[in-house]
């Protein structure tokens, strides 16, 4: 079965220093995603990616983050200057022109800024 | 936009216990559900999912659903439990638009125990 992957699974970083998080969404799939998921809290949305371009972001997804598919096949995320609140489990999805349900997760990346 | 909110937070079973987990949903026209499951150290995975028609739906792992609209709840069942079942369950709802991100309840821990 086909899975979308997640690289590195653990990234422990120094506040103020740059991150950025890869993901290799499902090849044929079209929409991409960016979820986080800070300890003991829920999944929340920050980002989604089709055609190319932001189609949503959350209030959380500010200035300091972006996303890019610099090629076909991975789609990441960037946090430029990052804030110890950033602490978080990070999971990219993505799923075909099938519903909303069929989102495909990673296995996450664990952020911990220090 | 439609929400999702989770009353159980942490849930202890013995084996073969009936599992009930509450999720309710506020009003917001088409009502689509899901339950998407995260085993320890693992992605999120879908349960199952209600669009229309049948209210009560059935998912993998033995896992249920049902759909009662005038209490605007969606509670995740299952007759009994096994330890393998040891997860954190996340209600989630779908946004509108076409690149459709999930919102997601708090989740509900729920631990069995042998």
């Known amino acids: 079965e086909p899975e979308v992957t997640q690289t590195p699974s653990h990234q422990v970083t120094q506040m103020g220093q740059e991150v950025i998080l890869r993901c290799v969404p499902i090849s044929n799939h079209l929409y991409f995603y960016w979820y986080r998921q800070i300890l003991g809290q829920k999944v929340e949305f920050l980002v989604s990616?089709?055609?190319?371009?932001?189609?949503?972001k959350s209030e959380i997804f500010d200035d300091q983050f972006s996303v890019e598919r610099p090629d076909g096949s991975n789609f990441t995320l960037k946090i430029r200057s990052t804030k110890l609140e950033d602490s978080a489990m990070y999971f990219c999805?993505?799923?075909?022109?099938?519903?909303?349900?069929?989102?495909?997760f990673g296995p996450g990346t664990r952020l911990l800024v220090l | 936009a439609q929400s999702v909110s989770q009353h159980n937070h942490h849930v202890i079973l013995s084996e073969a216990a009936s599992l009930e987990l509450g999720c309710n949903y506020s009003y917001g026209g088409t009502v689509n559900l899901f339950w998407y499951v995260q085993y320890p150290g693992q992605h999120l995975q879908l349960l199952l999912k209600y669009f229309s028609g049948d209210p009560l739906v059935k998912g993998i792992k033995g896992f249920e659903a049902e759909f009662i609209k005038s209490k605007f709840s969606f509670n995740l069942r299952k007759p009994s439990v096994q330890w393998s079942d040891t997860a954190e369950y996340f209600c989630a709802v779908p946004g509108e638009g076409t690149a459709s991100k999930l919102t997601f309840g708090t989740g509900t821990r729920l631990q069995v125990t042998l």
């Open positions: 999805a993505s799923r075909d022109t099938q519903g909303p349900e069929t989102q495909y």
């Open positions: 990616f089709y055609n190319n371009e932001i189609s949503e």
